[in-house]
């Protein structure tokens, strides 16, 4: 179908004129029935049905997607990719993904241009200073890279932070995980569709989830769509911002609000940036995107919402935080702002698993930051979906633990979980 790229294949359509360039995915209709259907097309749900075909041999999935792939908070997000979270648990699932994000060009053999350029961390305050001093010892005990820098390192690392001492906030220090960076959002999805769609996998844009139908024993039959019913066996909702909504559909109430999260772009600039740096206390996180625009995200809106935009405050206090650490930016100028809807959990981490309902899987609950985890997130979640019990990565973020109270506490630990 869509052929192998190689240095030989790029020179060839170089060569042709770029004429013989074929659709990267099949564009699939419904079928009647699948072993499993997919809701969301987003990188989580695209991964899940890669590695569901690929690792367990279940080809028959279809991914329903009710606009068109990464179109959800994969298209939408700022990229950033780390896994120097606190609690092992988190480290775990988050290290996990990193470590695929490592290989994935080469996995699904598409440049998803993965960029470990470093992840900064800044801290401004005496309690930043010793939580992030506490994050780096327990990363160094999962055996996650985390170094601590004083405010001169970290101006070595990135040349435009401002280390002034009579700024508001000054920089006290930085927690910098090397391994960390960025990848291209819209590669991601694009390129787990391709490698799901090679592997048979169903690729269905242009179809929402209305409806989820259940038998008199309470298990999943199947989805009704706009393009009609589509029984399956089993039904995997990996729909972000909208996650309640569809697993009202199967009388599942989820522990998540949904809240508007913006982001916005400076006009493109030469190299600046040479590395992401984040700040909980002024609140913004900043890279460069190869295009060359600074990529600036901001904060949640203070009330819960699903509409796909945010209040201005938000997007002002971010660039006022940017201005603050990057004097030198004062004068870009904003060329776009949009938002996502994230779903949070009361304790920020993520929710994989099986649920009440038999035959119902659940991947949710990232918040503002589960583009870092995509490709470990779907690699749970197929496994989970696949054996019907929980991958041993995904088990403490269990469904059950809100009931349990065997909570993973990232809001705590991080204050901020981009
Ligand atoms: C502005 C912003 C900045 C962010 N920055 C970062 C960051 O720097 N680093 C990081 O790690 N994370 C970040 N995040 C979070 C990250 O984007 C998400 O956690 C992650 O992309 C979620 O991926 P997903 O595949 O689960 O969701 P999505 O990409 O949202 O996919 C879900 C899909 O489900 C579809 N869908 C919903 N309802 C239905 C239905 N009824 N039927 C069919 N399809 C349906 C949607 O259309 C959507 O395409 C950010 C998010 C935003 C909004």
């Known amino acids: 179908m869509a052929g192998h790229f190689s240095a030989l294949s790029l020179l060839r359509q170089a060569t042709g004129g770029h004429r013989r360039w074929t659709a990267q995915w099949r564009d699939a209709a419904p079928a009647a029935d699948y072993d499993v259907v997919i809701v969301g097309g987003g990188g989580h749900g695209l991964a899940a049905a ?32 780390r896994s120097n979270y606190l609690w092992d648990e988190s ?51 999962n055996g996650v890279d985390n170094e601590w ?14 280390i002034a001492s009579d700024s508001r906030y000054p920089v006290l220090g930085a927690a910098l995980q090397r391994r960390g960076g960025t990848a291209r959002h ?19 844009q242009n179809c929402a989830v209305t409806g989820i139908r259940r038998g008199p024993d309470g298990a999943v039959q199947g989805v ?39 982001a916005l772009v400076s006009e493109p600039v030469k190299p600046v940036m040479p590395c992401v740096v984040m700040s909980n206390t002024v609140h913004a996180y900043i890279s460069q995107s190869d295009k060359g625009e600074l990529v600036i995200g901001s904060g949640t809106d203070q009330y819960v919402s699903y509409s796909q935009r945010g209040g201005l405050q938000a997007v ?23 938002a996502g809807t994230v779903d949070v959990t009361p304790d920020r981490s993520p929710i994989i698993g099986t649920t009440p309902v038999p035959g119902l899987f659940v991947n949710a609950g990232w918040g503002t930051g589960g583009f870092k985890a995509t490709p470990g997130s779907g690699h749970v979640f197929a ?18 633990r809100f009931r349990t109270g065997r909570l993973i506490d990232e809001a705590a630990a991080a204050a901020v979980a981009h």
């Not at 820098?149 to 401002?162: G, I, K, V, Y």
């Not at 650490?325 to 904003?334: D, G, I, V």
């Open 50 to 81: 890669y590695y569901l075909a690929k690792e367990h041999g279940v080809h028959r999935v279809a991914v329903l997607e009710k606009g068109w792939i990464g179109g959800g908070n994969t298209g939408r997000n700022t990229t950033i990719i």
């Open 91 to 141: 480290a775990a699932l988050y290290d996990h993904a990193l470590k695929l994000w490592e290989g994935l060009s080469r996995e699904i053999n598409y440049n998803v241009m993965f960029s470990p350029r470093g992840v900064m961390m800044l801290a401004h305050t005496q309690h930043d200073v010793q939580v992030f001093q506490r994050h780096i010892h327990a990363n160094r005990q």
């Open 149 to 162: 820098l004083t405010p001169r390192e970290a101006q070595r690392f990135c040349p435009p932070l401002s």
């Open 186 to 204: 819209d590669a991601v999805a694009w390129g787990y569709a391709r490698a799901a769609s090679e592997r048979g996998v169903d690729i269905i």
């Open 224 to 262: 009704e769509t706009t393009r009609g019913f589509i029984a399956a066996r089993k039904i995997g909702v990996s729909a972000a911002g909208a996650t309640s909504t569809v697993m009202q559909m199967a009388a599942v109430r989820m522990p998540l609000e949904s809240y508007p999260l913006q």
């Open 316 to 338: 002002a206090h971010a660039v006022e935080a940017v201005c603050e650490l990057f004097p030198t930016f004062s004068r870009l100028r904003m060329m776009r702002s949009w």
């Open 383 to 400: 496994w989970t979906i696949a054996r019907g019990t929980p991958h041993p990565i995904a088990a403490p973020f269990s469904l059950d």
